[in-house]
């Protein structure tokens, strides 16, 4: 079992920043892949980044390549995803997700936190 709880979300004007955390306690977190989803009202879960165990290797979605950076510390058991240049279409819930793999896909992932509400305005 792995329990996520993420942080850090609010409101920022278009062109702003924020940094993300999701804290992670139960086995070893190390041993994990992890990703950020983000929800909007009305749409699908939608992938945004994904990081190896190691941090070694990170993975983005074409629409925050650029603007957008996933780490992790594992010393910390915590994750972050640092958002530069917001824009209002970033608006939505974000979850960060644990799994063994650095999958894009949702519906492989099996541990979630409760999300953070990211809100940008133009």
């Known amino acids: 079992q792995v329990q996520l709880v993420e942080s850090g979300g609010g409101s920022v004007q278009a062109g702003g920043s924020l940094r993300l955390s999701c804290a992670a306690s139960g086995r070893t977190f190390s041993s994990y892949a992890m990703a950020w989803f983000r929800q909007a009202p009305g749409k699908e879960r939608e992938f945004v980044a994904a990081i190896n165990w190691s941090g070694s290797s990170t993975y983005y979605a074409d629409s925050v390549k650029g603007r957008f950076t996933i780490s992790r510390d594992n010393a910390k058991n915590t994750m972050y995803l640092q958002m530069n240049s917001l824009k209002p279409e970033d608006t939505a819930a974000y979850y960060c997700?644990?799994?063994?793999?650095?999958?894009?896909?949702?519906?492989?992932?099996?541990?979630w936190g409760q999300g953070t509400q990211v809100t940008v305005s133009s």
């Open positions: 997700a644990a799994d063994p793999l650095p999958y894009t896909r949702p519906t492989k992932y099996d541990y």
